[in-house]
């Protein structure tokens, strides 16, 4: 079943978001403020190495060479099966939970097929957008990852891999008060991914070299100060170091060492 205009949707969303944003950076220059540096530079890689790793929905690297454990059909389980080769599974997914006052959702579609090499499944290519959410008296908390991107086994054993390609992620975290939005903090970025090699280990993959280039615009609205809205566009590189290190660099001269398990991020 095929959602073309669906996802599109979300992708022509995010890209919205980011360009009227861009629009309000560039009108009120005196209005600017971020957090800290080292607070963004955490954010940043981090949100992309839980992307990758299926945090927010969607594909997680670290499964290896396999499809998702909902794709798997009665004789087709063999990894290395030649009948795998092309092998496509589009879907739409939707769910529904509540935990005391906290309303759930989580929606999105999978498009995602086998790559094979000579005569048996290499890789693959995943396209999802997954849309999350929750909501309770006091928060409204609202996540989308949009990705578009191939893995492809470097080795015989596919422990490594390699992922080239782009993702999309929009965090905002609301504040309500008397069900109204009286504050969010809202983090809309562009990934763009170069040449990733990623270890599969127990526990959560590493990805050892490779580079992904960031578009990231940080809008907080906060009605008890003025100006409500403040924006600020910023562009980097993610470095990746193995270990789960990243050197993140925001231009012009702002570096950081970051641990993308603890999220600690270090000046350089």
């Given at each position: 079943m095929k959602h073309p205009i669906k996802y599109l949707a979300g992708v022509l969303l995010l890209?919205?978001?980011?360009?009227?944003?861009?629009?309000?950076?560039?009108?009120?220059?005196?209005?600017?403020?971020?957090?800290?540096?080292?607070?963004?530079?955490s954010s940043i890689a981090v949100n992309f190495y839980q992307s990758i790793l299926g945090k927010f929905g969607g594909i997680n690297v670290n499964n290896g060479?396999?499809?998702?454990?909902?794709?798997?059909?009665?004789?087709?389980?063999?990894?290395?099966?030649?009948?795998?080769?092309?092998?496509?599974?589009?879907?739409?997914?939707?769910?529904?939970?509540?935990?005391?006052?906290?309303?759930?959702?989580?929606?999105?579609?999978?498009?995602?097929?086998?790559?094979?090499?000579?005569?048996?499944?290499?890789?693959?290519?995943?396209?999802?957008?997954?849309?999350?959410?929750?909501?309770?008296?006091?928060?409204?908390?609202?996540?989308?990852?949009?990705?578009?991107?191939?893995?492809?086994?470097?080795?015989?054993?596919?422990?490594?891999?390699?992922?080239?390609?782009?993702?999309?992620?929009?965090?905002?975290?609301?504040?309500?008060?008397?069900s109204t939005v009286s504050a969010y903090k809202q983090l809309a970025s562009v990934y763009a991914m170069a040449g990733l090699t990623v270890v599969l280990t127990p526990g959560s993959a590493d990805v050892t070299t490779g580079v992904a280039t960031f578009t990231t615009v940080q809008t907080n609205l906060d009605l008890s100060v003025s100006p409500n809205v403040q924006t600020l566009t910023f562009t980097g590189t993610i470095q990746f170091l193995g270990n789960h290190m990243a050197k993140l660099t925001i231009n012009p001269n702002h570096v950081y060492s970051v641990n993308l398990i603890t999220g600690v991020a270090t000046p350089i």
């Open positions: 890209a919205a978001l980011v360009y009227a944003s861009c629009k309000k950076t560039a009108n009120s220059p005196t209005s600017q403020h971020t957090d800290s540096y080292a607070a963004l530079s060479v396999k499809a998702p454990s909902s794709m798997v059909m009665p004789g087709r389980q063999s990894l290395f099966s030649t009948s795998l080769c092309g092998f496509v599974k589009d879907t739409a997914f939707a769910s529904h939970s509540t935990s005391g006052d906290t309303a759930k959702t989580f929606s999105g579609i999978l498009d995602f097929v086998f790559t094979c090499g000579s005569t048996t499944v290499n890789g693959y290519k995943v396209k999802d957008s997954v849309i999350s959410t929750a909501i309770g008296t006091s928060f409204n908390d609202y996540d989308m990852i949009s990705q578009n991107y191939t893995v492809v086994a470097l080795d015989s054993t596919f422990k490594s891999v390699s992922m080239n390609g782009s993702l999309q992620s929009l965090v905002k975290n609301s504040t309500l008060t008397n």
